[in-house]
């Protein structure tokens, strides 16, 4: 997996084993960013490894 962590919430997730890429562009404060690392483990979770 690859990853590029923006500033205040911003990510790029790309999983080539899963064939899966997962852009967020959103603004979070520190709490939110903790529910939404979650919340990207389990979209993550829904594309298994190919």
């Known amino acids: 997996m690859f990853a590029?962590?923006?500033h205040m919430?911003?990510?790029v997730?790309?999983?080539p084993e899963q064939r899966v890429?997962?852009?967020r562009l959103g603004h979070s404060d520190a709490p939110?960013?903790?529910v939404l690392l979650q919340e990207l483990?389990?979209?993550l979770a829904?594309?298994?490894s190919s």
């Open 4 to 6: 590029a962590i923006g």
């Open 9 to 11: 919430g911003q990510y």
């Open 13 to 15: 997730l790309v999983s």
């Open 21 to 23: 890429t997962v852009v």
């Open 32 to 34: 939110q960013r903790r």
């Open 41 to 43: 483990a389990d979209v």
């Open 46 to 48: 829904l594309y298994p």
